[in-house]
């Protein structure tokens, strides 16, 4: 009879789970307004954690979005004054016509 004993599968136990980031940032903004809400204990430590550090996600400060700014327009201008010189300039054909042997 062992045998032919077939053996039972194993189940497991599947829970599944669901994010929503907007329910998310509602529970956070709740929480920050001093409110009731739904958040763990873990996630009460962290929304502190960011508060008195000032490291909130997703928020630049003035200062560092106007150095970010500042930087992109130093590199897109020496980016074209460079595209001026190479392509612009006759510098371009001497090479051109140096590389083609004329």
Partial sequence: ???FYKHKPRG???IPRYYDPQ???WERKK???GLETNLSHEEELRLQMRKKWGT???????SERRYKT???VVIGAVVLL???YIFCTP???NIVSGLMGK
């Fill in 1 to 3: 009879m062992g045998f």
């Fill in 12 to 14: 497991f136990n599947y």
């Fill in 23 to 25: 329910k998310e940032e």
């Fill in 31 to 33: 929480a920050e307004a």
């Fill in 56 to 62: 909130d996600k997703g928020q630049d400060d003035s």
């Fill in 70 to 72: 500042i930087r992109a």
């Fill in 82 to 84: 460079a595209f001026y």
């Fill in 91 to 93: 510098m371009f054909t």
